[in-house]
């Protein structure tokens, strides 16, 4: 059989599950998932394999109604990585139900000439007479390929929908080693292991409006690397929310991030976090850049 490889554009509302989906997909961690809306910031391409196929998984940023200029850009980067994908997949939280934001969506996608294959979430949790009452709104108001019924958390359904990516993606030469798993550099990766963890431990103490900087990643001689990030926050209160009593919480946040990038990276890590407060850290070109997202106007 010959090499197939095809980029399915993954697009949804923040907390569909997209990141989630993806890793599962992956069979391991490529893309950071928390509780909080909006988690994904830039496009991260997972990388799949099964067979002869490999499907490059892009990972979007959830598509909402954008207020500042760090929204537009990470909505701006959900519908570009969809162009020239040979599929488009609309993950919809299956719990959350149809929404005004998946019909605005919905009336984006009518306009698109790609393919396009509808994948309701967290089906484990949501009962069979709305699943199908969702479904049936859903498919009148857009023509899919194929519906899949998938729980990314519990994994049901996730094996079907590989295989049917697998199957869909057309011949062509594999665009990533076999043993690389995402597109993204071990700089960004790091910065992205750190701000998960923020999320995670801070929850809704702290607002949305933080990002994580890798500022030095340095491989040493005895096989580990050195990183060295700064937290970005807008205030005063918010840098104090993060440090933490006498320096605990960002210690805690630290020694979590660091075992799981020594995981993930496969080496010893040494990581070294310090907080700096930027009211406009936002309007920064140079950490868009960072964090893979184009400057939008």
């Known amino acids: 059989m010959s090499e197939r490889c095809g980029l399915i554009a993954v697009v949804g509302a923040p907390n569909a599950g997209k990141s989630t989906l993806v890793n599962a997909l992956v069979g391991q961690k490529v893309a950071i998932v928390s509780p909080k809306a909006q988690t994904t910031r830039t496009r991260l391409m997972g990388v799949a394999i099964l067979g002869e196929a490999q499907i490059l998984l892009l990972d979007t940023p959830g598509i909402f109604q954008p207020k500042r200029r760090l929204d537009r850009a990470m909505v701006a980067a959900a519908w570009g990585g969809a162009q020239d994908a040979d599929l488009i997949a609309l993950v919809v939280d299956a719990k959350t139900g149809f929404s005004s934001r998946i019909e605005d969506m919905l009336d984006t996608l009518k306009s698109r000439s790609e393919p396009k294959i509808l994948v309701l979430n967290k089906v484990d949790v949501t009962p069979k007479e709305e699943l199908l009452n969702l479904t049936v709104r859903l498919t009148e108001r857009l023509d899919f390929e194929h519906i899949f019924m998938v729980s990314a958390t519990t994994g049901d359904g996730v094996a079907d929908l590989k295989a ?25 990766l790091a910065a992205e292991v750190t701000r998960e963890q923020l999320y995670l431990q801070l929850h809704a103490e702290l607002p949305y409006a933080s990002a994580v900087e890798t500022e030095k990643y340095e491989e040493r001689k005895d096989g580990s690397v050195a990183i060295h990030q700064q937290i970005l926050v807008g205030r005063d209160t918010q840098r104090a929310i993060v440090l933490g009593k006498g320096g605990s919480r960002i210690r805690q946040i630290g020694e979590a991030s660091r075992i799981q990038l020594s995981e993930l990276l496969g080496r010893k890590v040494h990581l070294f976090l310090h907080v700096k407060v930027n009211p406009k850290w936002e309007e920064d070109r140079g950490l868009y850049r960072e964090i893979g997202l184009d400057w939008v106007e």
């Open 164 to 188: 049917a990516l697998a199957a869909r993606v057309p011949d062509g030469p594999w665009h990533f080693p076999e043993d690389q798993v995402s597109d993204g550099t071990d700089r960004m």
